[in-house]
C-alpha cells in the first residue's frame, strides 16, 4: 500500500515569514501533485512535478520534487494571509491509484 | 477557475429522500472520480469510472449509486443516507495516463443528511 505523509500537520506564522512544507512515502510515484484547499471548496491544483530533481516556481511558491520521485517539498516566501489552507500532496504511480497525504494546514496571521 | 463543474453546491436532505450529485467536466478526460471528505481531512476515494465503465468502487455503501452516462458527465445518487454520510463531496476528472497523471477537482458539493 502506498502512503504520503506530511509535516507538519499544522504551521502558523507571521506574514513575511518564510516556510516549508514536506511531502514523504516509501514508494516511488510517476507524477506528484501539490492542491491548496479552502474550507468549505474543493482543492485547487498548484502544481504537477513529474522528473526527478524537477523545481518549479510558481510566484512566492517552489516545489521539489525529489531525485528518487518518492518526496517533495513545497517552500512559500514571504507568506501572507492569502496563502491561509490546507495544502495536500497526491502522488499516482500508475494509471489513476491517487493517493493523498493527510495534508498541512497553514494559519499566516496579519 | 475549475472546469469541473459539480451541482448543486449544497445539499439538505432528509434520509428518506432521494437525490443527485452532479458532475460535468469537458476537458475530454476518460477518466472520473467521486470522493467523500470529511471535515479536517483528506479526500476518500469513492469511485473511478474509466472510459465510462466503473473501474473501483471502494467497498462503498449501496445507498451511494454512481452513474456515468457519458464521457463528460457523471452523477451519484443518493437514498436512504444516515447522518454521518455528511460531508464534502468531491468530483474530479483525469485522462487515462499510465504514468504521469494530474486529477482536477470541481468545487465539491456540501451534503448534510438530516
Known amino acids: 500500500t502506498q502512503l504520503l505523509e506530511q509535516s507538519p500537520q499544522f504551521l502558523s506564522i507571521q506574514e513575511g515569514e518564510n516556510l516549508t512544507v514536506y511531502c514523504n512515502s516509501s514508494s516511488v510515484f510517476s507524477s506528484l501533485q501539490w492542491y491548496r484547499q479552502e474550507p468549505g471548496e474543493g482543492p485547487v491544483l498548484l502544481v504537477t512535478?513529474?522528473?526527478?530533481?524537477e523545481v518549479k516556481k510558481l510566484k512566492r511558491l517552489t516545489f521539489q520534487f525529489g531525485d528518487a520521485r518518492k518526496d517533495s517539498s513545497l517552500h512559500i516566501t514571504a507568506a501572507q494571509p492569502g496563502d491561509t489552507g490546507l495544502y495536500l500532496c497526491?502522488?499516482?504511480?500508475?494509471?489513476?491509484?491517487?493517493?493523498f497525504g493527510p495534508g498541512t494546514r497553514l494559519s499566516v496571521l496579519p | 477557475d475549475t472546469e469541473v463543474t459539480q451541482t448543486p453546491k449544497h445539499l439538505v436532505m432528509g434520509m428518506t429522500n432521494k437525490k443527485s450529485l452532479k458532475c460535468e467536466q469537458h476537458?475530454?478526460?476518460?477518466?472520473m472520480y467521486w470522493y467523500k471528505q470529511k471535515a479536517k481531512k483528506p479526500p476518500e476515494l469513492m469511485f473511478v469510472y474509466s472510459y465510462e465503465k466503473l473501474s473501483i468502487n471502494e467497498s462503498v455503501p449501496s445507498r451511494f449509486s454512481p452513474e456515468c452516462p457519458n464521457s463528460s458527465l457523471l452523477n451519484l445518487h443518493l437514498h436512504a443516507l444516515q447522518p454521518e454520510d455528511s460531508a464534502l463531496y468531491l468530483c474530479?476528472?483525469?485522462?487515462?495516463?499510465?504514468?504521469?497523471?494530474?486529477?482536477?477537482f470541481g468545487e465539491g458539493s456540501w451534503l448534510t443528511v438530516v
Open positions: 476537458m475530454g478526460h476518460r477518466a
Open positions: 497526491a502522488g499516482v504511480n500508475y494509471g489513476q491509484n491517487f493517493v
Open positions: 512535478v513529474v522528473t526527478g530533481g
Open positions: 474530479a476528472s483525469s485522462q487515462v495516463k499510465i504514468s504521469g497523471n494530474t486529477i482536477y
